[in-house]
């Protein structure tokens, strides 16, 4: 008996030094008014709102008040212009979608851009039917969401975009 | 402008509308060079109804014309419609990249020529062919707008230009949000407007109008500046999939339709998109003569 208690110690210990991070989960916060400048820092998702600068900490999910200092909301990027990556919305004659062409594939929409945003390979795109993630590197586009938006972000792990009241998050898969 | 009777061959030839039309004519005869003005009258003489037979055929782009005009028919809506093209368009805003929104529609030839010039692994039924495609996506080059060739949009730092009547579906409480966000340049289309343009949303649809950013689209200077961009992507689509710089060449209109559609191109269904795009070819074919 007096060998066992170290046995079982250990056993414990094992298993606690293999217990993975929970993997972080899609979630959302309220905003008031238009949410816009939304964008991932150090951790956070920094926007603004009705109530003027606002962090949602990545981790925990908690949304608090920043110092950001909040301009008038700047034109949402409905072209996806000025990115990292060589992006084309095209707008069909008599068609009520627009298309994404990125280095030799389309993605079709449903709806128009209405914001645009890019890390790296990765695009995110919303509408107002749907938020969709377009992973260039890999030529796949995922939706996010079935409903619209008019703000996004994505970052190296994460994307947001802004849906009703509420601005929503979702973790992006490791490549 | 209205017409109020037929003019041209076998029409009613009233001289007020054969004046009218003459004048109409005249001022969209930059597009029928090298022919000249007509002499402004209100007879209906064999000229007329030359310059109108000419305007069908080049413009209107009917192959067989009658040489007559009928109230709101087809040859009367092109007509108003390409002597609105020639009038100055408004600015919508101050930004220095605007610039007037212009009809330009480029010939098959024209095309065709741009094609070999800026793409050199295309022979000449290759760039028939991708001319054909252009033509079938633009109804014969009709909707082609400062020689953006794709419909591309644009930011506020590019050199841009508005196009009118933008629409997208949403839902009704949505289409409401945007109509009250858009300052003035959105709103909900009614029934009417639905049915007479043809727009099919199983909710709302939202129109907006210049200078909403939702209309603001790439403007180019030229045919081949506009083609850049469009054949940039084309190119891209021949390094992926090696089947469609070959398909192109022999002119096999169908696996070109099916590889654009391979790559996300186009929505509508492909059959239809082959059709256009094969009927499109003939014409070409017909219109240039048989490749040397």
Redesign the interface.
């Known amino acids: 008996m007096r060998k066992l208690v170290p046995a079982i110690v250990l056993l414990a210990a094992a298993s606690c030094s293999e217990q993975k991070p929970a993997a972080p989960k899609e979630f959302s916060v309220a905003v008031q008014g238009?949410a816009y400048g939304l964008r991932f820092e150090n951790g956070l998702l920094n926007f603004c709102d009705g109530r003027g600068g606002r962090k949602v900490d990545l981790k925990t999910a908690q949304d608090s008040p920043s110092e950001r200092v909040c301009p008038k909301p700047s034109?949402?990027?409905?072209?996806?212009?000025?990115l990292p990556l060589d992006v084309?919305?095209?707008?069909?004659?008599?068609?009520?979608?627009?298309?994404v062409?990125i280095?030799?594939?389309?993605?079709?929409l449903?709806?128009?851009?209405h914001d645009c945003a890019a890390d790296g390979k990765k695009l995110i795109v919303v509408?107002?039917?749907q938020a969709v993630l377009i992973d260039a590197a890999k030529d796949v586009s995922q939706e996010l969401s079935p409903q619209?938006g008019?703000r996004a972000a994505v970052g190296a792990r994460w994307a947001a975009w802004t849906e009703g009241a509420r601005v929503r998050l979702a973790p992006l898969h490791p490549d | 402008m209205t017409l109020e009777k037929s003019v041209g061959f076998g029409g009613a030839n009233q001289s007020v509308d054969v004046l009218a039309l003459k004048k109409l004519i005249n001022q969209c005869i930059g597009f029928l060079k090298p022919r000249g003005p007509v002499v402004e009258n209100g007879f209906c003489d064999t000229e007329t109804i030359d310059a109108i037979k000419d305007f069908q055929l080049r413009i209107v782009k009917i192959s067989v014309p009658d040489g007559r005009v009928d109230p709101g028919g087809k040859t009367w809506t092109v007509l108003i419609e390409t002597v609105a093209s020639t009038l100055p368009a408004p600015l919508f805003t101050s930004n220095p990249n605007e610039v007037s929104t212009r009809r330009t529609t480029p010939s098959s030839q024209e095309v065709v020529s741009m094609l070999l010039l800026s793409w050199t692994a295309l022979g000449a039924n290759g760039a028939r062919t991708l001319a054909a495609q252009f033509m079938a996506e633009t109804a014969s080059g009709r909707f082609c707008f400062n020689w953006n060739l794709g419909n591309v949009k644009s930011g506020p730092d590019d050199t841009h230009m508005y196009l009118h009547n933008v629409w997208e579906c949403d839902t009704d409480a949505g289409a409401l949000a945007q109509v009250a966000k858009s300052g003035g340049l959105a709103h909900v289309a009614t029934a009417e407007e639905i049915k007479q343009r043809g727009w099919n949303c199983t909710n709302a649809v939202v129109v907006f109008q210049p200078p909403h950013a939702q209309c603001r689209f790439r403007a180019y200077a030229s045919l081949a500046d506009g083609a850049q961009k469009w054949l940039g992507h084309h190119k891209s689509i021949a390094l992926k999939n090696p089947g469609f710089l070959p398909s192109l060449n022999t002119g096999d209109t169908a696996a070109v339709a099916h590889a654009l559609k391979l790559a996300g191109y186009y929505t509508a269904p492909e059959a239809d998109y082959a059709k256009g795009m094969a009927a499109q070819k003939k014409k070409i074919d017909a219109e240039l003569g048989p490749i040397r």
């Open positions: 238009e034109e949402a990027n409905t072209a996806c212009s000025g084309t919305v095209r707008s069909p004659a008599a068609e009520a979608n627009d298309i062409d280095g030799g594939t389309s993605f079709p449903k709806g128009r851009v509408t107002a039917s619209g008019d």
